[in-house]
């Protein structure tokens, strides 16, 4: 249920130099990361921004968002938006969010800036209490700078943004955040969330849990996510692959780094990883599926790939297949020259992961 792989259950460490083992092969086992994934604040202005706002400055900003998505509209080129203080640029995205917020401008994988041209009036009738802006902070920006200087740098442009158009800020508030934990911990997740296990180790007040699962061969199945509570409520937990998801979804390769350097994944895991989210990435997608498989299905391709980064000439490939309800098999490829190699397309489970993502 837990992972406990050996570095010494495996033909190619065994095959490697000394020196090169714990280099290719060291990981921390049982290894928990934490960060915050996503953050979202709201700014609220001094300025009237109901349908019917007279406002000089909230007139300009409107216009000029107008003139700039009838640009977008008939154009390939994105229109940026130049902050001078900052000597920036955003620029300006056909994305809309929550309803009232139709202006998006991006400071790409860094952070998003919503703005809602027109708020809905107060229940009373008076002035409006819905924020005109909505900024959320990405993955990237978070894990490299941390929270506070990525809620500090994105408030710079937001700033620059409310000086640019004559706009007065009068408060900031906390939104969102999503909390996440990633961890090497589970090698068997069908196991592990099994409900007569999971509902023994559960300490919390939600009153159910959601499986998704995946059919696999003709009697089995893998379990894509389960999840504890609603997306609609203000605590949602969702338990998934994140592996999975980096490289079918190819995005995020920037995690690889991270595992690696935070002990929870090894050298050679980065490394098979970065293959598999390189140019076949549509091959690697289908291949991904069948890693927990309960039939074992094998494709060999001849791939054409330089590897200055590998310390040997003969280079050996062992994919180890496990599943709870199926034997072990190990299969071990050797290849040569250096400039092209056989490889099974296969992620290894038994590199540490799954990662366990606890998004809130």
């Known amino acids: 249920m837990l992972d406990k792989r050996q570095n010494n259950d495996n033909i190619l460490f065994r095959d490697m130099p000394l020196e090169d083992q714990h280099e290719w092969f060291g990981y921390a086992q049982k290894k928990f990361l934490h960060n915050i994934?996503?953050?979202?604040?709201?700014?609220?202005?001094?300025?009237?921004?109901?349908?019917k706002s007279k406002d000089p400055q909230v007139e300009k900003m409107r216009k000029f968002f107008k003139l700039q998505y009838n640009y977008l509209?008939?154009?390939?080129?994105?229109?940026?938006?130049?902050?001078p203080k900052l000597g920036k640029n955003l620029y300006l995205k056909p994305v809309t969010f929550s309803r009232f917020y139709t202006t998006c401008l991006s400071?790409?994988?860094?952070?998003?800036?919503?703005?809602?041209?027109?708020?809905?009036?107060?229940?009373?009738?008076?002035?409006?209490?819905?924020?005109?802006?909505?900024?959320?902070?990405?993955?990237?920006m978070l894990w490299i700078m941390g929270v506070r200087d990525a809620f500090e740098n994105s408030y710079e442009y937001v700033k620059n943004i409310a000086a640019y158009?004559?706009?007065?800020?009068d408060f900031v508030q906390e939104n969102r955040v999503d909390y996440c934990w990633h961890s090497n911990y589970l090698k068997d997740p069908e196991t592990f969330f099994a409900p007569e296990n999971f509902y023994k180790m559960r300490v919390d007040r939600f009153k159910n849990a959601t499986y998704v699962t995946n059919k696999v061969g003709s009697e089995d199945y893998e379990i894509d996510y389960v999840a504890l509570g609603k997306r609609s409520d203000k605590v949602f937990v969702r338990i998934y692959q994140k592996t999975r998801e980096v490289i079918e979804q190819n995005y995020k390769p920037w995690f690889f780094q991270i595992w690696e350097m935070n002990g929870l994944i090894s050298k050679y895991d980065k490394w098979v990883y970065e293959r598999c989210y390189q140019d076949l990435f549509q091959f690697y997608r289908k291949a991904f599926r069948c890693l927990h498989s309960g039939n074992v299905r094998f494709r060999l391709f001849c791939i054409l790939f330089p590897l200055p980064d590998i310390p040997c000439i003969f280079f050996m490939v062992q994919v180890a297949f496990h599943h709870p309800r199926h034997s072990r098999q190990n299969f071990t490829f050797r290849f040569c020259p250096l400039t092209s190699f056989i490889i099974f397309l296969q992620l290894l489970p038994e590199t540490g992961l799954p990662v366990?993502?606890?998004?809130?």
Not at 37 to 51: E, H, P
Not at 111 to 122: G, S, T, Y
Not at 165 to 169: C, N, P, R, S
Not at 356 to 360: K, T
């Open 107 to 140: 400071y790409p994988e860094y952070f998003d800036i919503f703005l809602a041209p027109v708020v809905p009036k107060a229940a009373d009738g008076g002035e409006s209490v819905t924020c005109e802006c909505v900024v959320q902070i990405r993955s990237y």
């Open 37 to 51: 994934d996503t953050f979202y604040y709201s700014v609220k202005f001094r300025n009237d921004f109901r349908l």
């Open 73 to 83: 509209n008939g154009n390939e080129d994105q229109p940026e938006l130049y902050l």
């Open 356 to 360: 366990c993502s606890f998004p809130f």
């Open 165 to 169: 158009f004559g706009l007065e800020i």
